[in-house]
């Protein structure tokens, strides 16, 4: 009965010892990419959205304890306009120039798709899925875009991969027009004979 007990609990501990890494995510294939600033863009989107939220509960009161409501409709105007742009314009762009910043990129070498993890507008992970034939790299740098995933704009730091074969496949670069190796050598074989 002892024996069994000891057994059953050491099966218990390596069970629970196992590393199994909060972004194992073994239907999406295996951890290809990881963003280094994805805490930094949760961070500042939340911040961004909280400062909306307490501008929103706070401007009635200001308006009460300032007398703003009596003024002229030229000051409630630009009251309203300061107001609207920390509480509505801020959060937009935040969301509009970090909403392509990948937190995660996986890959399923099998059927050649990648699965982009993402923050969307209510900051929560958002999983795009794309075959690598639909990579397209813009013709001039953006700022904010690394690739487009079909249409949607997507943003890595290539030198965050850990093995560069897997940027060069995402990016179409192994694919290249340019020679192969293998193909130099025929041509010199050819020449030679």
Not at 8 to 13: D, E, I, K, P, Y
Not at 116 to 134: C, G, P, R, S
Not at 158 to 175: A, C, S, V
């Amino acid at each position: 009965g002892f024996l069994f007990q000891v057994a059953s609990f050491q099966g218990v501990a390596v069970r629970g010892l196992s590393t199994s890494s909060p972004h194992d995510h073994p239907e999406h294939g295996r951890l290809v990419y990881k963003g280094n600033l994805a805490k930094a863009v949760l961070g500042v989107k939340f911040f961004s959205y909280s400062t909306s939220v307490f501008n929103l509960f706070m401007m009635p009161y200001i308006m009460l304890k300032s007398g703003i409501g009596v003024e002229s409709v030229l000051v409630q105007a630009a009251f309203y306009g300061l107001i609207g742009i920390f509480t509505f314009v801020t959060p937009v762009t935040l969301h509009i120039l970090t909403k392509g910043y990948v937190i995660r990129l996986y890959y399923k070498d099998e059927v050649d798709t990648y699965t982009a993890i993402t923050y969307n507008a209510i900051l929560a992970e958002k999983a795009t899925v794309f075959h690598q034939k639909d990579v397209k790299i813009p013709d001039i740098t953006k700022m904010f875009t690394t690739f487009y995933a079909k249409t949607k704009s997507m943003l890595v730091n290539p030198t965050l991969f850990p093995n560069p074969q897997d940027y060069n496949h995402l990016m179409g670069y192994d694919k290249s027009s340019f020679f192969k190796f293998e193909d130099l050598e025929e041509v010199k074989e050819a020449d030679e004979r």
